[in-house]
């Protein structure tokens, strides 16, 4: 932390940037242990980005269970791990200091995969369809760069869905 | 008459991305000469009027912002030679990964919702039927986590 001028001059200007400069640093290090510290608004591309690791999950789950899907659903956890990354990558982006602690979260557990095969592609495929309606939903409202990310994605999905088709 | 705030790098974007659909809409066309099994034709058929939909709107929407649609070349010149089915169904891909890439884009370069809303159409529509006929030819991986992207 930086500590006030000895010598008695007022806060020159590059001290105030200073100053400026390590509040990230510091909210990120309290964020833990204040109960009073008022949460921010979640990025939009958390839920985006949960959903991707989760369909991940699934789709590794039904490739182990059931041989026969193995290869749409390596399709499917491949482009989904990748919009994992790429979404946690532009969210870190925006905000640096939710890496830190963001970088902690656990991989996401697998959810179990239906008994029957085709139970377990239609499973993947309603998750695939729910999560282009969820990224193209936000396309509208999203700044240049995040709507083509977003829009990119939504088609991605609908792409998954042919490969399961 | 303007009623579409049209931005430069909007126009520009939208523009490209006729010309992309322009493209696709001739490909097609040679395409389907080397096409001749009855479900890969109506496959051809089929996205051949998606891209002719794609390309009358985009140029309406230009009309509405007061910019004149750039019109399709006489030919264009595939950039490896189409001598069989494969090789034409490659082409497609090609054309078909340029509508992506103009569409993602559009929706980068303008917030006009009307707009956003046909990019994202174009971009999912365009981005599906390339994965169609990757799978059509066998070619890994057949859907991409990104189309578009450049």
Redesign the interface.
């Known amino acids: 932390m930086e500590s006030p001028p000895q010598d008695g001059t007022p806060l020159g200007r590059r001290a105030i940037l200073r100053t400026a400069a390590l509040l990230p640093v510091t909210a990120a290090l309290t964020a833990g242990c204040t109960a009073f510290s008022q949460p921010e608004e979640p990025d939009p591309l958390e839920a985006v980005a949960e959903r991707a690791r989760s369909d991940a999950a699934l789709a590794r789950a039904i490739q182990q269970a059931h041989p026969d899907l193995a290869e749409e659903t390596a399709?499917v956890e491949?482009?989904r791990s990748?919009?994992a990354r790429?979404l946690r990558q532009e969210i870190d982006r925006v905000n640096p200091q939710t890496a830190e602690t963001t970088t902690s979260i656990p991989p996401t557990p697998a959810p179990p995969a239906p008994q029957e095969a085709d139970e377990a592609a239609a499973a993947l495929k309603q998750a695939l369809r729910e999560a282009?309606r969820q990224a193209?939903d936000l396309?509208?409202g999203m700044p240049?760069?995040r709507?083509?990310?977003t829009?990119?994605?939504?088609?991605?999905c609908?792409?998954?869905?042919?490969?399961l088709a | 008459m303007s009623t579409l705030p049209l931005s430069e790098q909007a126009s520009t974007a939208l523009r490209r991305a006729l010309g992309a659909e322009h493209a696709a809409v001739w490909v097609y066309g040679l395409a389907g000469a080397f096409v001749d099994e009855a479900q890969a034709e109506s496959a051809v058929a089929e996205a051949a009027s998606n891209h002719r939909r794609f390309r009358e709107r985009t140029e309406q929407l230009l009309r509405e912002a007061g910019v004149e649609p750039p019109v399709a070349q006489p030919a264009y010149s595939p950039p490896q030679p189409v001598t069989d089915r494969n090789s034409a169904i490659r082409l497609l891909i090609t054309a078909e990964s340029d509508c992506a890439t103009g569409w993602r884009s559009v929706l980068e370069t303008t917030k006009i919702s009307r707009i956003r809303q046909h990019a994202l159409d174009g971009l999912t529509t365009t981005a599906t039927q390339a994965t169609r006929w990757r799978i059509t030819i066998g070619e890994q991986p057949a859907a991409l986590p990104f189309p578009g992207r450049p």
């Open positions: 399709a491949a482009v990748d919009h790429a282009q193209a396309v509208p240049p760069h709507a083509g990310l829009g990119s994605l939504a088609a991605s609908a792409s998954l869905l042919e490969v």
